[in-house]
């Protein structure tokens, strides 16, 4: 199916690296959409298994991204997309069939920058994924918002106007792989651009990389990398000040 009239294209990118079996889920739940997406960009992360396959065999377009780490993957999809507006999902993101219309919609406000979403974890016992979800991503949100001065972004269902990529895309930090890709972006677009939180862009999302202690030190070292590289380039009371000032 096209997309509605008078509503932008939409590019659904997805960094993904050994990950076939996730990604051959999530595609096939891309192919079916009540709007289709202009394309779906697939950047293989040098990945060993067959990743790169998976995506050709259902229609995606596959770039490659040699250095490993999700913030040159995620941009290098970016960079390689040809839509209005820039959709992001994990390989491990289940979208429902209307995400992509209901991307094209939240984005046909020509006044707003990006949008991003909320999941539940589909891999948990039904009684405790969405509540788990609740309580992950509202202490994310949250504070990642004190850090930033205005609403984050979350890379497992996202999506930011093409336009406004390219004014930022030389200012992400897209050689340090110790980044949160997603929360940087945020960082870069600053207090001054609109993003907006859209309870309708839900995916689901696999609790995997939150089992484990060990995953754990891992999220929290790359926020803190993430915050800290941030806040040199500007200080949270200057983006505090602007957000006020805007």
Do not use: K
Request: a positive charge; hydrophobic letters at 45%; glycine letters at 8%.
């Amino acid at each position: 199916m096209r997309a509605a009239a008078g509503r932008p294209s939409v590019s659904v990118v997805i960094p993904a690296r050994d990950d076939a079996p996730a990604l051959r889920r999530c595609l096939e739940l891309l192919a079916h959409q009540s709007v289709a997406p202009l394309e779906v960009v697939v950047v293989d992360n040098g990945s060993t298994d067959d990743t790169a396959a998976v995506a050709r065999e259902l229609g995606a377009r596959v770039v490659e991204e040699p250095a490993v780490g999700i913030p040159p993957a995620a941009a290098r999809g970016y960079d390689a997309a040809s839509g209005d507006v820039i959709a992001r999902l994990d390989a491990d993101s289940r979208p429902g069939p209307r995400w992509v219309e209901r991307v094209a919609r939240r984005m046909s406000d020509p006044g707003l920058d990006a949008a991003t979403g909320v999941g539940a974890f589909h891999d948990l016992p039904w009684g405790v994924r969405h509540v788990a979800a609740a309580a992950y991503l509202g202490a994310y949100y949250l504070l990642t918002h004190l850090a930033l001065g205005h609403t984050a972004l979350w890379g497992s269902s996202m999506a930011v106007r093409r336009s406004t990529w390219e004014a930022v895309r030389a200012d992400v930090h897209r050689d340090d792989p110790d980044l949160h890709d997603d929360m940087d972006l945020a960082f870069v677009l600053g207090p001054n651009r609109r993003i907006r939180l859209d309870p309708m862009l839900a995916v689901g999302v696999s609790g995997r990389s939150l089992r484990g202690s060990a995953q754990l030190r891992r999220r929290f070292a790359r926020a803190r990398r993430t915050i800290e590289v941030n806040w040199a380039v500007q200080p949270p009371w200057l983006r505090w000040r602007d957000r006020f000032s805007r």
